[in-house]
């Protein structure tokens, strides 16, 4: 492979990669109408979308037929059209403010469901300090809610339409005290009374849901719990339509521990067997998502619907549920409402910190991001953490690179001796490849020698452009001066420049190529890059021109030194 080629793939590389993932966005399926239905009385209707048919081979025997429909729909003219105005799709009741060190939250007491969550730790903007950012939210476009409830085979049950009663409407994690409580009672006809508890922790992003069922009728109690997340298709505001991140479902269960469901697919994707033990679904966006969280060893089923294609569900429901006459159960569910924080999703539930979408190179991509983390917690910079990574990974393959160095010097050194088989042979292509191998054999060049090595660290350098795109960590992160967020554009669009002249720079160590098409593209790709580099986050411009900058000053010791012995 010719050097020249070699540089000019490595620079494109990228561009094919952002091209690839925009396609990806884009292509990923047809954009397949939803048609609205009425609902039957053998699928009970939840927000005008059916809910989940239950199995006939669910445990207990439960089948859809016998389930009654006992949530009423929304009237379809509802949520034909997208609102811009400040509207909600659901009815709304008393307020319930609950307030812990991370969290600021709004439940409802219509269904006794998160409406409204703000992370108290993470900004909406670094001149915005005072504002947290607001992820789960009922108004429209923006409308992201969790919705549990339980529907009754033989009793009465409250859905998430029904009202509860609370006894207070304030809460706030008081100093020295470690969680809050936070209680909704609900009472149903034969005798029948439902308590649904929210449990609040200090430091903590898991939210627990329990739902104490008792039965003080004369008759057995048996229902099943669903718990679902709803939310339109509007990403993030002043997310970047250069850089493609995913956006949509996730389930995880043993049979496929990360399966993504854009939402096209979310009116017919279907589970791969009826009920799982496990597992859990969430809804994702760039930096943060929110998670249902079932016990382990509960039996789930799990489902996606959409309604008229602007609202979108996924979620689970319950193996059924017998309470007896006199008796008291209870079903207890977990979200996770928070950043995709690694190590804090690690101890909600195994596989939630795959949600930090590094694709197919994951594996590289972990360990790479541990590092980061560990060096940051050493200088307390993130800016200077990327920079310090970035060396360690240069010194990590610089025996590669100086043998792909030395190989480049070589090819220059004989690039007149090039020049001049070319003039001979002119559009003699095979005579001329006939020639280049035979000086090749006789210099003992090895015309893949630069490439190879070169070729070796490009998995690495892609897992490293996922690491700075995904984390959290990175967003409002401060380095110098006026970078007060590595993952938003420079400003001043000082970084950009710098990367583009580095290239220019690195392009000069090396032979033009004899090719004037390919002088004409090299030459203009620093130029293309740095259009293109202007609008991407600061923090991998920052590790483009910091590789830029040592691969030069490695290129440049090393073309000296052998230009100076000749070895």
Known sequence: MDNQKLILFLGLSLVVMMLFQSWEEQNTQPKTPVTQTSPTTDTPSVDGAELAAVPADAPGGVTSSEIPQDIPAATSSAVKEMPQTETSPVKSGKRIHVQTDLLDVEIDTVG????????????????????PFLLLNDILPRYFVTQTGLISKQGSAPGHRDVYDVEQTEYKLADGSDEIKVTLNWSGAEGMSVSKIYTFRRDDYVIDVDYVVSNNGGMEWKGYLYRQLQRTEVAEAGQSKLIYTFMGGVVSTTFDKYEKITFDEMAEWKPQQSYIEGGWVAML??????????????????????????RFIIGMTSQEKIVNAGQMSNILTQFY?????????????????????????????????????????????????????TLLIKLVFYK??????KSMARMRRFQPKIADLRERYGSDKQRMSQALMALYKKEKINPLGGCLPMLVQIPVFISLYWVLLESVELRQADFIFWFNDLSTKDPYYVLPLLMGITMFVQQKLNPAPMDPVQQKVMMALPFIFTAFFAFFPSGLVLYWITNNLLTISQQYYILRKYEKTGA
């Open 400 to 405: 590669l690179s100086e043998a792909s160095f």
């Open 337 to 389: 409402i928070g950043p995709k924080d690694q190590y804090r999703m690690e101890e909600a539930v195994k596989d939630l910190d795959r949600t930090v979408d590094y694709g197919v190179l994951w594996v590289l991509a972990k360990p790479i991001f541990t590092l980061l983390n560990y060096i940051h917690g050493i200088v307390g910079n993130w800016g200077w953490s990327i920079i310090i990574l």
């Open 112 to 131: 006794g469901d998160l409406r409204k969550v703000s992370l108290l730790a993470y900004p909406v903007a670094v001149d915005k300090l005072d504002d």
């Open 285 to 310: 966006q760039h930096y943060f998502l929110a998670a249902i969280i079932p016990s382990s060893e509960q039996l789930n089923h799990f489902y996606t619907k959409a309604i008229d294609d602007t």
